[in-house]
C-alpha cells in the first residue's frame, strides 16, 4: 500500500493571506500526481493532474509544482479568501494503478 | 455532461441489514471507482471498474462487500449484514480509461451509517 502524506493536517489564516501545503509520496515509478478541492457538502472537485518533474500548474489564484525526484508536490492559494475554504486531496498514481489519497489539508479562511 | 450522479445520498440501517448503493458515471467514461471516506481520512480505494470487468477488487474490505458494473454504465455497491464499522461516505468517481492523466469525477457520495 502506498504512503502518501499531506501536511499540515489542518489550517487556519486570514483572508489575504497566501498559504501553502504539502503532498509527499514515494518517487519511485512516478506516473501522475492529482490535486483535488473538496468542499463541504459538494464532491471532490480535480485541481490539477501533474505528470512531469518540474511541472507547474496555475488556476486563477491557485498553482501546484511537483518534484518527482524528491517525491513531493506544494499547492499554493495566493490572497485566500473565505471561498477557498475547503479540505485539498492529493492523489497519487503509479504506473496505470489506481489513485492514492492522502488525508488531506482542511483549510479555513477566516475573514 | 450531467456528472457523476450518487444515490442515495443518505442511508440509515440497521446492523446486519444489507444495503446497496447505485452509481451512474459520466456517460462516455469507462473507469468507474469506489472509495470510501471516514472522519479524518482521505478517500480509501476499494474496487475500480474498466467497461464492465472489475479489475481490482482485492481491495474490498471483506467478502461482506461487492461490486457490479453489469452493463458497463451504472455500478452497485453493496454491503451485506452491515456492521457499525461500516458508517463512512461512499464516493464514486469515474474517469476516460486509456488517457491515464485524466482527472477522477466524483458524485456527491452516500453517507451510510448503520445504527
Redesign the interface.
Known amino acids: 500500500i502506498l504512503n ?1 502524506e ?1 501536511s499540515p493536517q489542518s489550517l487556519h489564516v486570514q483572508e489575504g493571506d497566501s498559504t501553502n501545503f504539502t503532498c509527499s509520496f514515494p518517487s519511485s515509478n512516478f ?2 500526481l ?1 490535486w ?1 478541492r473538496w468542499e463541504t457538502a ?5 485541481l490539477f ?1 501533474m ?1 512531469l518533474n518540474g511541472d507547474e500548474k496555475k488556476k486563477g489564484r491557485i498553482s501546484a509544482t511537483l518534484n518527482t525526484k524528491e517525491g513531493y508536490s506544494y499547492l499554493y492559494i495566493k490572497g485566500s479568501q473565505p471561498e477557498d475554504s475547503a479540505t485539498y ?1 492529493c ?1 497519487f ?1 503509479r504506473g ?1 494503478y ?7 489539508t482542511s483549510l479555513i479562511v477566516h475573514p | 455532461d450531467t ?2 450522479s450518487q444515490n442515495p445520498r443518505h442511508k440509515i440501517t440497521k446492523r446486519g441489514q444489507n444495503v446497496t448503493f447505485r452509481c451512474d458515471p459520466i456517460s462516455e467514461h469507462n473507469r468507474l ?1 469506489w ?1 470510501r471516506q471516514t472522519l ?6 476499494l474496487t ?1 471498474f474498466q467497461n464492465e470487468a472489475q479489475l ?1 477488487k482485492s481491495r474490498l474490505l471483506s467478502d461482506r462487500f461487492s461490486a457490479e458494473r453489469p452493463k458497463g454504465s451504472f455500478s452497485t455497491l453493496e454491503i451485506q449484514r452491515t456492521e457499525q464499522g461500516d458508517s463512512a461516505m461512499y ?1 464514486c ?1 469515474s474517469s476516460l480509461g486509456g488517457a ?10 452516500t453517507r451510510l451509517t448503520v445504527t
Request: charged share 15%; glycine share 14%; net charge negative.
Open positions: 502518501v499531506q506516473y501522475a492529482h483535488y459538494k464532491s471532490p472537485e480535480a493532474v505528470t486531496l492523489a498514481k496505470s489506481i489513485p492514492t489519497f492522502g488525508r488531506g | 456528472g457523476v471507482y472509495y479524518g481520512q482521505g478517500p480509501e480505494f475500480y481490482e464516493l468517481a491515464d492523466n485524466s482527472p477522477l469525477h466524483f458524485g456527491n457520495g
